[in-house]
């Protein structure tokens, strides 16, 4: 157990639909960081918050995508008007920056896009 | 632009076999490098390497960094078939680095035959 939890563990959905993913960090951990990872690829940044702050979006990232942090706990990850595209693995990682880089990953959210 | 390249992207060997596996990179503000196995879901820590020639050690794995060359090697020796996974690796920036100050490679697939 890593003590990163992610809801839902899977998530299938019809094309044109909204998602909303959660994660849950490691209470201690300032650092939260999305993933989205393909079959047959490493982990591709999406975006990153350190505190309530988004510090990092990704270049690539379309602007369907919306993550927030609102009280620098939990973090939510939002894709509207969903495509086949966006089928793949949502993980989430935190850590605290400056004491330990390690990043601690949640089991991810499985995203099927119909 | 920041990269991390890992060789080979794939690799199938038998039970017992010795296998090498390799991170390069090429980054500005180089601070550490990262070691990850995953399975199925969450990639899981093996090492965090950062000082050149000094070798971790855990059972049958083991990594070393050489920052003059640029890069790092994970081996696994008597492979086992609970070895098989995908063996990420990662580079941490210093402050001011992008992609959250942590870039990944795509991962080596291992499968290791009975």
């Known amino acids: 157990d890593t003590g990163v939890s992610q809801d839902p563990r899977h998530k299938i959905t019809k094309r044109g639909q909204n998602v909303t993913f959660r994660c849950d960090p490691i209470s201690e951990h300032n650092r939260l960081y999305w993933y989205r990872q393909t079959l047959g690829q490493g982990p591709e940044f999406l975006t990153y918050?350190?505190?309530?702050?988004?510090?990092?979006k990704s270049r690539l990232l379309s602007d369907r995508f919306s993550a927030e942090r609102p009280k620098g706990s939990f973090s939510t990850l939002e894709i509207q008007r969903t495509e086949q595209g966006d089928s793949a693995m949502y993980l989430c990682a935190s850590n605290v920056r400056g004491i330990n880089e390690k990043l601690f990953f949640g089991s991810g959210t499985q995203l099927s896009v119909l | 632009e920041d990269k991390v390249v890992q060789s080979p992207l794939s690799l199938v060997v038998h039970e017992g076999d010795t296998v090498t596996l390799n991170c390069s990179y090429e980054v500005t503000n180089f601070r550490s490098l990262l070691w990850y196995k995953q399975e199925k879901k969450a990639p899981t820590f093996l090492f965090m390497l950062t000082s050149s020639g000094i070798e971790k050690k855990s059972g049958r794995l083991s990594s070393i960094l050489d920052k003059k060359e640029l890069f790092s090697i994970l081996n696994i020796t008597a492979t086992q078939t609970g070895d098989s996974a995908v063996y990420l690796c990662?580079?941490?920036?210093?402050?001011?680095?992008?992609?959250?100050?942590?870039?990944f490679g795509k991962g080596t697939k291992l499968s290791v035959k009975p």
């Open positions: 990662a580079v941490v920036l210093r402050d001011g680095g992008s992609q959250g100050n942590l870039i």
């Open positions: 918050f350190q505190n309530e702050a988004q510090l990092e």
